[in-house]
């Protein structure tokens, strides 16, 4: 609801202090009526979106009058048929996803419809998604449309640390599941846990030196996305298989998300006795 609200704000849409308390309370009511069409069965769950677009009576570049909030709903299954299927990166794209000052921090399709031909030349060359990079520097923003997550033995402190870019600059989507999984691995204490713009020079220095473990996207479909290969100038970095911290990451949030185990306060909202156990 918070992310709505500033996505929001930041297209100039009026009614961005709507009643966040009151839309979820409609989210229970329409989640109950179409129980009927979530599938049976581990891994199914029902989508859903809430949406805001512009009704405004006349074409032109100007700040609406009038709005219409609605959600979509839609059954999916299992994101992972057949287990974990890590998937393979290029970072060689001369394309940039967002930039600082722009929208890269607010859930707006304008960030995602530019992302389509990179992604299809990614899969031309045999990649699945593109990381995306940004700066001199090659730092580390996104992947596809997850947020990305490296967890590596730090060259300073000599620790493992799990490492994601921040939300300081303006420029990286704070992903629901992101942020779950930051409170989750920080109540863990087993590692470090940083906020910080990683570089492709570190991450390729910490493949050559053995020190690169894992890395994953995050995001609301997939939880968790395995990756296991990162092309960078030409020429691919591998990436161990699936590891604990990956693993871990997804029985903990699938667990609560079904009830299996008790999540932080907050986490889960139940709608119906009926439906508590499924995922929505």
């Not at 979820?24 to 949406?51: A, F, N």
């Not at 031309?124 to 596809?144: A, M």
């Not at 990286?172 to 999984?181: A, C, F, H, N, Y």
């Amino acid at each position: 609801m918070e992310r709505l609200s500033n996505s929001m704000a930041r297209l100039q849409m009026p009614g961005a202090d709507f009643n966040r308390n009151e839309l979820i309370q409609c989210l229970s009511e329409l989640v109950q009526l179409d129980e009927k069409w979530i599938p049976q069965g581990e891994g199914y769950s029902l989508y859903i979106r809430p949406t805001v677009i512009a009704t405004h009576k006349f074409l032109g570049l100007a700040a609406p009058d009038s709005l219409l909030l609605y959600v979509i709903t839609s059954p999916v299954g299992p994101y992972y048929k057949s287990g974990f299927n890590p998937i393979r990166l290029t970072a060689d794209t001369s394309y940039v996803r967002a930039w600082p000052g722009g929208t890269g921090d607010s859930k707006v399709g304008g960030n995602y419809a530019p992302t389509m031909k990179p992604a299809a030349d990614a899969a031309k060359h045999g990649y699945s998604q593109v990381l995306w990079l940004f700066g001199e520097n090659d730092e580390i923003t996104e992947v596809g449309a997850m947020n990305v997550f490296f967890y590596l033995i730090n060259k300073e402190t000599g620790k493992p640390e799990l490492v994601t870019a921040p939300l300081t600059r303006g420029d990286i989507l704070p992903g629901v599941t992101r942020q779950s999984i930051l409170d989750l691995c920080r109540s863990w204490g087993d590692f470090d846990v940083s906020e910080r713009f990683a570089t492709m020079p570190e991450i390729r220095e910490a493949a050559n030196d053995n020190r690169l473990l894992e890395v994953f996207g995050a995001g609301t479909a997939a939880v968790v996305s395995p990756v296991s290969c990162i092309q960078y100038k030409g020429k691919d970095i591998d990436i161990p298989a699936v590891g604990e911290v990956t693993q871990r990451v997804w029985d903990e949030i699938t667990g609560i998300q079904y009830g299996k185990t008790e999540g932080p306060p907050g986490w889960s909202i139940p709608v119906d006795a009926k439906i508590v156990n499924k995922q929505s």
